[in-house]
């Protein structure tokens, strides 16, 4: 990670957002201390397939055994 003053942040601020775009993680320091990070946003996430992904899990979890609750079965230390 490489380290920027805020000073010249702001006079750079357009090609360290294009390098924390491309990936990079800029550190960006005030009075020598870090202080903030310009990092890659995250992708965007499709729902759908999130959805799809609990479904898959509760699909393959087994039934809790008659009159268990999860409650229960933490306190057993199962879970």
Do not use: H, N, Y
């Amino acid at each position: 990670m490489q380290t920027i003053g805020l000073f010249e942040a702001k006079q750079k601020l357009s090609e360290l957002v294009e390098r924390a775009g491309e990936g990079e993680q800029i550190g960006i320091t005030r009075r020598g201390k870090l202080t903030a990070m310009l990092v890659p946003a995250r992708k965007e996430v499709d729902l759908r397939e999130v959805f799809a992904d609990i479904e898959r899990i509760r699909k393959r979890a087994k039934p809790l055994p008659k009159g268990m609750t999860i409650k229960d079965l933490i306190e057993e230390g199962r879970m």
